[in-house]
């Protein structure tokens, strides 16, 4: 591939990536987030710059929460034990419920919804939601990382003659393990953001804290939201 080439398909690939919703939110986030941690709270163009974009933010969640909705009504895979079932099932509507009450807060933001104290009320409710999916997420992800790791061990004494990873089935689990890791990492950081948010422990979790979990935890996301790479075929 000439260098022209290789040039328009990064374009390409940049170009299908910022065309999903989620990802043009991750990045706000990060930003949001980012100014929260250069403000710590004061008044000034940093504090202007995350309130600014975390009332943008609300208007790409708009109508998620049936994504949420949907993933509480669908079936789960065979052999899912039930407490990660009801976990999982959990963090769906909790998540679903977050998404919701939070289109409620961006009208009341924006002056649509008149009654601020409610819409105050009800932005706390929904940071509470969003506190609990994510508990439940980090709950799911250790549990479904024990069950990886004892399929993982099974799978390694079967191959002890050969080499490991050279075996796909490992390599695949391997790598479920590494996402898994890492979005268990996330779930605790936005625990932390959340606790933040609500200002349960403002001593400990100042706006700086919470700005520098979110800029992360963001990152994050962004990252989770590449497409995978493309295998090149051997000519």
């Known amino acids: 591939m000439s260098t022209l080439d290789v040039a328009r398909a990064e374009l390409a690939l ?6 999903k919703a989620e990802a043009r939110d991750k990045i706000c986030r990060a930003i949001q987030y980012g100014s929260k941690f250069l403000s710590n709270g004061e008044l000034g163009t940093a504090q202007n710059v995350d309130k600014s ?7 790409f969640r708009l109508f998620k929460f049936v994504n949420d909705l949907h993933g509480l009504i669908s079936p789960v895979p065979q052999g899912t034990p039930l407490p990660l079932v009801l976990l999982g099932k959990s963090k769906n509507a909790l ?5 919701f009450l939070d289109q ?6 924006t002056g649509i919804y008149k009654n601020k104290d409610r819409a105050e009320l009800i932005g706390r409710i929904s940071l509470y939601c969003w506190m609990g999916s994510s508990v439940c997420t980090t709950l799911v992800e250790i549990g479904e990382l024990g069950r990886l790791s004892a399929s993982m061990r099974k799978l390694e004494k079967e191959l002890k003659e050969t080499n490991k990873y050279k075996n796909e089935q490992y390599r695949s689990k391997e790598q479920k393990s590494n996402e898994r890791s890492l979005a268990l990492i996330k779930a605790g950081m936005d625990i932390v953001v959340a606790v933040g948010l609500l200002q349960l422990a403002p001593k400990k979790v ?3 804290v919470t700005g520098a979990f979110g800029f992360v935890s963001s990152l994050i996301s962004c990252y989770q939201l590449l497409p995978p790479p493309t295998k090149t075929k051997a000519p």
Not at 53 to 59: D, M, N, P
Not at 95 to 99: C, D, G, N, V, Y
């Open 206 to 208: 100042t706006p700086r």
């Open 14 to 19: 940049l170009v299908f990536y910022l065309n």
């Open 53 to 59: 974009t975390s009332l943008a933010r609300k208007v």
């Open 95 to 99: 998540l679903s419920t977050f998404l």
């Open 104 to 109: 409620i807060v961006w009208l009341g933001r």
